[in-house]
């Protein structure tokens, strides 16, 4: 029996599996770099200065490069960075930090200080194609943005990979500051490459992505993925991408099993609406105001009418089955659900990090 560990918020779970029911895993891939590299390109960042380096979310790849920035002020006698981050993640972001390092919540009114370096890490988003520091700060700060970036979205299904207007949108926004960010690219291996500039020339990390993580798998008729990292399924509005970047490789009427601990809970204020009936699925058409969260409710209803999406979280399952979802008490009961509903010899798709994969 192959023995597959998939990441469930800080841990990994493990799916068992018969060899007969495994039809593919599917994992990204790409050449990590090495340490003596990222020190090299890190060292075109000017250390004179103290720098401010706001995290926007969290992830080793991120920990890395504070790490090596770390490392590098230490042997050239520079002054350390000054850590930023929002509330809700400051806990997990400063357990990861160096030694020495003081963390501090930002401030976001400040945005348009010319110190500010934003630290992300590159996904794929259903509604701007890329989920990239540019989109990262358009969703937190820019809300009246959003709303003229939804309409522009292609459709009422997730976009992933793609390049539509939303994505201009994001880089209009972010254009009006003078601020540095640090995009990187990475799987679950490590960081594969990551470029230093304004957010608006980052962007162009985009074809690395591609390049890495684009797959032709054909389509399945069941699929169990996980995000692959704790901070892609830390909420439901962030475990849904995953969703978005394999719904092309589902089949009609298949299934889709997400695997996402969710222990901050929903993470969008549409989704929380929704449950409290207090928004409808008419009202995402074309709204007068933009809810954060929108556009993966709009996704949802939409993916849902080509095949059915299952659950594994902590979320409440009055929450799960309000959002037409299948709820499954842990990563055992997904591989029953699918065997018992579909068949003892249905083949299973695996996608241990589907954050990171676009899958056709």
Same mark, same amino acid.
């Given at each position: 029996?192959? !023995?597959?560990?998939?990441?469930?918020?800080?841990?990994?779970?493990?799916?068992?599996?018969?060899?007969?029911?495994?039809?593919?895993?599917?994992?990204?891939?790409?050449?990590?770099?090495?340490?003596?590299?990222?020190?090299?390109?890190?060292?075109?960042?000017?250390?004179?200065?103290?720098?401010?380096?706001?995290?926007?979310?969290?992830?080793?790849?991120?920990?890395?490069?504070?790490?090596?920035?770390?490392?590098?002020?230490?042997?050239?006698?520079?002054?350390?960075?000054?850590?930023?981050?929002?509330?809700?993640?400051?806990?997990?972001?400063?357990?990861?930090?160096?030694?020495?390092?003081?963390?501090? &919540?930002?401030?976001?009114?400040?945005?348009?200080?010319?110190?500010?370096?934003?630290?992300?890490?590159?996904? +794929?988003?259903?509604? +701007?194609?890329?989920? %990239?520091?540019?989109?990262?700060?358009?969703?937190? +700060?820019?809300?009246?943005?959003?709303?003229?970036? #939804?309409?522009?979205?292609? @459709?009422?299904?997730? %976009?992933?990979?793609? #390049?539509?207007?939303?994505?201009?949108?994001?880089?209009?926004?972010?254009?009006?500051?003078?601020?540095? @960010?640090?995009?990187?690219?990475?799987?679950? !291996? @490590?960081?594969?490459?990551?470029?230093?500039?304004?957010?608006?020339?980052?962007?162009?990390?985009?074809?690395?992505?591609?390049?890495?993580?684009?797959?032709?798998?054909?389509?399945?008729?069941?699929?169990?993925?996980?995000?692959?990292?704790?901070?892609?399924?830390?909420?439901?509005?962030?475990?849904?991408?995953?969703?978005?970047?394999?719904?092309?490789?589902?089949?009609?009427?298949?299934?889709?099993?997400?695997?996402? &601990?969710?222990?901050? @809970?929903?993470?969008?204020?549409?989704?929380?609406?929704?449950?409290?009936?207090?928004?409808?699925?008419?009202?995402? #058409?074309?709204? %007068?105001?933009?809810?954060?969260?929108?556009?993966?409710?709009?996704?949802?209803?939409? %993916?849902?009418?080509?095949?059915?999406?299952?659950?594994?979280?902590?979320?409440?399952?009055?929450?799960?089955?309000?959002?037409?979802?299948?709820?499954?008490?842990?990563?055992? #009961?997904?591989?029953?659900?699918?065997?018992?509903?579909?068949?003892?010899?249905?083949?299973?798709?695996?996608?241990?990090?589907?954050?990171?994969?676009?899958?056709?």
């Amino acid at each position: 029996m192959p !023995e597959i560990w998939l990441n469930y918020g800080i841990t990994d779970v493990v799916l068992d599996i018969r060899a007969e029911n495994l039809e593919q895993k599917i994992d990204s891939e790409g050449k990590i770099l090495d340490d003596s590299t990222i020190n090299e390109k890190l060292n075109t960042l000017d250390l004179s200065q103290q720098m401010e380096l706001v995290v926007l979310h969290n992830s080793k790849s991120i920990q890395k490069i504070i790490s090596s920035l770390f490392t590098l002020c230490e042997q050239k006698s520079k002054p350390f960075p000054k850590i930023f981050t929002e509330k809700k993640i400051l806990n997990s972001v400063k357990a990861g930090l160096p030694e020495g390092s003081s963390i501090n &919540e930002f401030d976001a009114t400040v945005i348009s200080n010319s110190n500010l370096i934003f630290l992300g890490e590159m996904e +794929f988003d259903g509604l +701007f194609g890329y989920e %990239t520091i540019s989109t990262r700060l358009i969703k937190k +700060f820019g809300l009246e943005s959003m709303l003229s970036a #939804y309409a522009k979205r292609q @459709g009422n299904l997730p %976009t992933p990979g793609q #390049y539509p207007e939303s994505l201009t949108e994001a880089k209009k926004f972010t254009d009006n500051f003078e601020i540095q @960010g640090i995009e990187i690219i990475a799987n679950s !291996e @490590g960081i594969i490459d990551f470029a230093i500039g304004h957010p608006s020339e980052t962007l162009s990390c985009t074809k690395i992505l591609e390049s890495n993580s684009i797959k032709d798998v054909g389509q399945h008729k069941a699929m169990i993925i996980s995000t692959g990292k704790d901070a892609s399924n830390d909420n439901l509005g962030n475990s849904l991408s995953s969703l978005w970047n394999c719904s092309n490789a589902i089949k009609k009427d298949g299934l889709a099993i997400l695997v996402a &601990e969710c222990k901050g @809970g929903l993470g969008s204020d549409a989704l929380q609406q929704y449950i409290e009936d207090r928004l409808t699925l008419e009202q995402l #058409y074309n709204p %007068t105001k933009y809810i954060n969260g929108m556009e993966d409710l709009l996704f949802l209803s939409e %993916t849902q009418k080509n095949f059915q999406i299952g659950l594994v979280s902590i979320i409440p399952e009055f929450y799960v089955k309000k959002l037409n979802l299948i709820s499954l008490p842990g990563i055992k #009961y997904s591989m029953d659900y699918i065997l018992k509903t579909q068949g003892g010899r249905q083949k299973v798709a695996v996608v241990s990090d589907g954050a990171r994969l676009l899958l056709r």
